[in-house]
Protein backbone atom coordinates (compact mmCIF):
# COMPACT_ATOMS: atom_id res chain seq x y z
CA UNK A 1 0.00 0.00 0.00
CA UNK A 2 1.20 3.67 -0.30
CA UNK A 3 0.71 6.50 1.96
CA UNK A 4 0.96 9.80 2.05
CA UNK A 5 1.88 11.72 5.13
CA UNK A 6 1.52 15.82 5.65
CA UNK A 7 3.49 17.77 8.25
CA UNK A 8 4.50 21.07 8.95
CA UNK A 9 0.87 22.71 9.13
CA UNK A 10 -0.68 25.25 12.04
CA UNK A 11 -1.44 28.24 13.30
CA UNK A 12 0.18 31.49 12.36
CA UNK A 13 -0.44 35.66 12.03
CA UNK A 14 -1.36 37.02 8.97
CA UNK A 15 2.03 37.86 7.01
CA UNK A 16 3.65 34.81 8.78
CA UNK A 17 4.99 31.77 6.95
CA UNK A 18 4.87 27.87 7.13
CA UNK A 19 6.69 24.86 5.54
CA UNK A 20 4.35 21.52 4.75
CA UNK A 21 6.21 18.59 3.74
CA UNK A 22 4.76 15.36 2.53
CA UNK A 23 6.26 12.04 2.79
CA UNK A 24 5.19 9.35 0.15
CA UNK A 25 5.87 5.41 1.00
CA UNK A 26 4.87 2.15 0.55
CA UNK A 27 4.93 0.26 -3.05
CA UNK A 28 5.99 3.12 -5.01
CA UNK A 29 7.70 2.68 -8.72
CA UNK A 30 7.55 5.88 -9.72
CA UNK A 31 6.00 9.04 -8.53
CA UNK A 32 4.64 11.10 -11.40
CA UNK A 33 2.75 14.77 -10.47
CA UNK A 34 2.98 16.01 -6.75
CA UNK A 35 0.81 18.16 -5.65
CA UNK A 36 -1.57 20.65 -2.98
CA UNK A 37 -4.54 21.27 -2.62
CA UNK A 38 -6.90 22.91 -0.02
CA UNK A 39 -10.04 23.33 1.40
CA UNK A 40 -11.61 25.94 3.23
CA UNK A 41 -14.83 25.58 5.18
CA UNK A 42 -18.05 25.42 3.24
CA UNK A 43 -15.88 25.44 0.05
CA UNK A 44 -14.85 22.82 -2.17
CA UNK A 45 -11.03 21.45 -2.41
CA UNK A 46 -9.13 23.63 -4.84
CA UNK A 47 -5.96 23.22 -6.77
CA UNK A 48 -3.00 25.16 -4.69
CA UNK A 49 0.41 23.89 -6.90
CA UNK A 50 1.80 21.03 -8.37
CA UNK A 51 5.04 20.01 -9.84
CA UNK A 52 6.09 17.50 -12.13
CA UNK A 53 8.44 14.72 -12.07
CA UNK A 54 10.90 16.76 -14.23
CA UNK A 55 10.32 19.79 -11.83
CA UNK A 56 7.80 21.86 -13.45
CA UNK A 57 5.35 24.13 -11.00
CA UNK A 58 2.33 25.23 -11.65
CA UNK A 59 0.17 27.43 -8.95
CA UNK A 60 -3.07 28.90 -8.72
CA UNK A 61 -3.21 32.69 -8.82
CA UNK A 62 -3.65 33.76 -5.37
CA UNK A 63 -0.95 32.11 -4.19
CA UNK A 64 1.68 32.73 -6.95
CA UNK A 65 4.79 34.85 -5.90
CA UNK A 66 3.72 33.62 -2.19
CA UNK A 67 4.01 29.76 -2.29
CA UNK A 68 6.45 28.14 -3.70
CA UNK A 69 6.37 23.97 -4.52
CA UNK A 70 9.37 21.17 -4.64
CA UNK A 71 10.00 17.75 -4.42
CA UNK A 72 12.81 15.72 -3.39
CA UNK A 73 12.31 12.68 -5.79
CA UNK A 74 15.07 10.35 -4.31
CA UNK A 75 13.29 10.10 -1.05
CA UNK A 76 9.60 10.67 -2.51
CA UNK A 77 8.74 13.83 -0.57
CA UNK A 78 7.44 17.36 -1.35
CA UNK A 79 7.07 20.46 0.09
CA UNK A 80 5.02 23.47 -0.05
CA UNK A 81 6.95 26.90 1.37
CA UNK A 82 3.88 29.40 2.29
CA UNK A 83 4.95 33.16 2.49
CA UNK A 84 3.06 36.37 3.09
CA UNK A 85 0.03 33.59 4.63
CA UNK A 86 -3.32 35.72 4.75
CA UNK A 87 -6.44 34.82 6.54
CA UNK A 88 -7.68 33.52 3.45
CA UNK A 89 -5.13 30.72 3.34
CA UNK A 90 -6.51 29.09 6.45
CA UNK A 91 -7.31 25.64 5.50
CA UNK A 92 -7.15 22.13 5.13
CA UNK A 93 -4.09 21.87 3.07
CA UNK A 94 -3.79 18.01 1.67
CA UNK A 95 -0.81 16.50 -0.35
CA UNK A 96 -2.10 14.54 -3.76
CA UNK A 97 0.43 11.87 -5.63
CA UNK A 98 0.00 10.18 -8.79
CA UNK A 99 2.19 7.17 -8.28
CA UNK A 100 2.41 3.80 -10.01
CA UNK A 101 2.59 0.76 -7.98
CA UNK A 102 3.76 -1.40 -11.12
CA UNK A 103 5.19 -0.96 -14.73
CA UNK A 104 1.25 -0.81 -16.30
CA UNK A 105 -0.66 1.45 -13.65
CA UNK A 106 -0.63 4.59 -11.69
CA UNK A 107 -2.90 5.97 -8.97
CA UNK A 108 -4.80 8.99 -7.39
CA UNK A 109 -3.09 9.09 -3.81
CA UNK A 110 -3.99 11.43 -0.87
CA UNK A 111 -2.88 12.88 2.63
CA UNK A 112 -4.69 12.69 5.55
CA UNK A 113 -4.47 16.74 5.21
CA UNK A 114 -3.05 19.55 7.97
CA UNK A 115 -4.53 22.26 9.01
CA UNK A 116 -3.11 25.73 8.16
CA UNK A 117 -5.02 28.48 10.50
CA UNK A 118 -3.56 32.42 9.53
CA UNK A 119 -5.07 34.71 11.91
CA UNK A 120 -5.77 38.38 11.03
Known amino acids: QVQLVESGGGLVQAGGALRLSCAASGKIVSINAMGWYRQAPGKQRELVATITSGGKTDYTDSVKGRFTVSRDNAKNLAYLEMNNLKPEDTAVYYC??????????????WGQGTQVTVSS
Open 96 to 109: HARISTTLWNDFDF
